[in-house]
Antibody, heavy 122, light 109 residues
Framework: QITLKEYGPTLVKPTQTLTLTCTVSGISLSTSGVGVGWIRQPPGKALEWLALIYWHDDKHYSPSLKSRLTVTKDTSKDQVVLTMTNMDPVDTATYYC??????????????WGQGTMVTVSS | EIVLTQFPGTLSLSPGEGATLSCRASQTVSSTYLSWYQQKPGQAPRLLISGASNRASGVPDRISGSGSGTDFTLTISRLEPEDFAVYYCQQYGGSPPFTFGQGTKLEIK
């Protein structure tokens, strides 16, 4: 059974860098086909895809946020890390990590973490 | 960028009725790359449908997906109390590679 869980600060100040960690269990991040994406959701608003990293270290970013995002993985720790620089109050949201199976061919997110709420405020 | 527009924004129905939720893409989307999610308050989204019409594990068969090209539909027959939630469509392709619709809220009338 694959599970994901997000960890990170609940409060960051404007201009600071946000670092979120997604810990994956039940599957190795080096297993062929494994992808982990990051999606966020401002309060009361829709989902927004941010980034995705695959087992072979291929990375994809939202073009509108690419300059601020970095996604990495540590296979030995079963962790995927997302950093977002220059945080702003509009970045206040629940941040989710989610699993995507590349070999399914569907490019959906079939397993989600519970999400972590991040508030940006001075 | 492929924009997904969902309508209606809110759908008010009673248990036992049928629901039809629409997702329209600004460009042609491969049906293989169209997914639907259900999200309940305070919960993470749950994958319902992949490839436009393939139910995920555990999804009841009264929930179905269809469509092709730019128009996709999620149909829920015989609404149960647990079906009242927000539904999102999502596509893969283009730049950015993943986009979500703005959601349809299915509420109890």
């Amino acid at each position: 059974q694959i599970t994901l869980k997000e960890y990170g600060p609940t409060l960051v100040k404007p201009t600071q860098t946000l670092t979120l960690t997604c810990t994956v269990s039940g599957i190795s991040l080096s297993t062929s086909g494994v992808g982990v994406g990051w999606i966020r959701q401002p309060p009361g608003k829709a989902l927004e895809w941010l980034a995705l990293i695959y087992w072979h270290d291929d990375k994809h970013y939202s073009p509108s946020l690419k300059s601020r995002l970095t996604v990495t993985k540590d296979t030995s720790k079963d962790q995927v890390v997302l950093t977002m620089t220059n945080m702003d109050p509009v970045d206040t949201a629940t941040y989710y990590c989610a699993h995507s199976d590349f070999w399914s061919g569907y490019y959906g997110f079939n397993i989600w973490g519970q999400g972590t709420m991040v508030t940006v405020s001075s | 960028e492929i924009v997904l527009t969902q309508f209606p924004g809110t759908l008010s129905l009673s248990p036992g009725e049928g629901a039809t939720l629409s997702c329209r893409a600004s460009q042609t989307v491969s049906s293989t790359y169209l997914s639907w999610y259900q999200q309940k308050p305070g919960q993470a989204p749950r994958l319902l449908i992949s490839g436009a019409s393939n139910r995920a594990s555990g999804v009841p068969d009264r929930i179905s997906g269809s469509g092709s090209g730019t128009d996709f539909t999620l149909t829920i027959s015989r609404l149960e109390p647990e079906d009242f939630a927000v539904y999102y469509c999502q596509q893969y392709g283009g730049s950015p590679p993943f986009t979500f619709g703005q959601g349809t809220k299915l509420e109890i009338k």
